[in-house]
């Protein structure tokens, strides 16, 4: 009987400190239960590919196609897999590493939302490379080298403009404070950064809430990467004080300082819109983070909009999240 690999990898939450993992800084993330992106896999006679439902290219109607792309937008998951499968061999032929000469089908399941800054596309690039990995009957590649594979796979090979937070805690699984800082990658051969993990028990009581409609963020340009490439100080300050927000975060983790957590959550989201602007970050966005602290949360990005993280005392949390299903939000408690 062919033996069936399966692989699963779940959204991330960046908590505290970015967006200044692509600019030097220090962040904190974590991955949590509540969606999942699947990999299966299976020996085969020919290299197949199954698609999903983000890969359908036959529609009833062009009302159809349109619903299609705005809930899964206009590249499914196969390329991924591909981009993956190619950045796999590259790594074992520079590492000398023989494989085994047999082929597999490959398909993938993600209930990810898509656009949301939940990082559903690393989440199937990791899969694939761990269940390649198992098909090949490879020792585990450390999760520091295998983010710097997920990430080759998106800007090296699909020219997709991503950064390694998300990669980094996708491959370790766990709560992570990331230093991306020039002196940690020097103490790394360059490599990569100073990763450390820590007991999602650290946590506090959160939701993933997410707005009715899709992100803007990123449909706007933002001029933040050339500001800081040309040594603008207001951006350069900022990305600094991010990593601050994630030192003091793990700081007021270890100590259960939730009143301290939220001061610096809220302070995340702020700096992140004074420096890219509210056209940037978007009037929905905006709005969701507003309805969220005026009932009583935290609140700041995943990743770049389209859904937030709610921090809030337990007592408070679902009926947070009641009032704001109530709504038009999908808010959730985080499963970790």
């Known amino acids: 009987m062919t033996q069936m690999i ?7 939450v960046g908590f505290l400190g970015n967006p200044s993992d692509g600019f030097g800084g220090k962040t904190i ?8 992106a699947e990999i299966v896999l299976w020996q085969s006679r020919e290299l197949k590919f199954l698609p999903n439902i983000e890969d359908q290219d036959e529609f009833s109607s062009v009302v159809d196609l349109y619903k299609n792309t705005q809930s899964q937008g206009y590249y499914g998951g196969i390329r991924l897999i591909k981009a993956a ?26 209930n990810i939302p898509q656009q949301r800054g939940l990082a559903g596309s690393s989440a199937i690039i990791i899969s694939t490379l761990n269940a390649l990995i198992d098909f090949y009957n490879l020792n585990k590649i450390d999760p520091a080298v295998l983010a710097n594979l997920a990430l080759e796979a998106e800007v090296k090979e699909l020219q997709i403009a991503a950064g390694l937070q998300d990669r980094v805690v996708q491959s370790y699984n766990q709560p992570v404070f990331m230093d991306f800082s020039a002196d940690a990658f020097k103490k790394n051969n ?18 993933v809430v997410m707005a009715p409609v899709m992100s803007e963020s990123g449909k706007v340009h933002s001029d933040v990467r050339n500001r ?24 007021a983790l ?41 009932l009583g949360g935290a609140a700041k990005f995943t990743g770049s909009g389209g859904a937030a993280l709610l921090v ?3 007592n408070k949390i679902e009926k947070i999240c009641q009032k704001l299903n109530l709504n038009g939000y999908q808010a959730e408690r985080i499963i970790l």
């Open 190 to 207: 360059g490599l990569y950064g100073e990763y450390k993990t820590f007991s999602s028990g650290l946590l506090p009581s959160m939701a």
């Open 6 to 12: 399966k692989k699963i990898t779940y959204p991330r």
């Open 29 to 36: 993330s974590f991955t949590f239960k509540n969606f999942q």
């Open 85 to 110: 499968i190619s950045v796999f061999y590259r790594y074992c032929q520079k590492n000398k590493i023989k494989l085994d000469k047999k082929n597999f089908t490959i398909t993938y399941r993600s």
């Open 254 to 294: 270890k100590s259960k300082d939730l009143k301290g957590i939220g001061k610096l959550v809220n302070a995340n989201f702020d700096l992140r819109r004074k420096i890219y602007g509210d056209k940037v970050v978007g009037s929905e966005n905006i709005k969701m983070i507003e309805m969220i602290r005026s």
């Open 312 to 314: 809030a005392p337990e």
């Open 228 to 251: 800081f490439d040309s040594g603008d100080l207001e951006v350069i300050e900022a990305m600094s004080e991010f990593a601050t927000f994630a030192e003091a975060g793990f700081l």
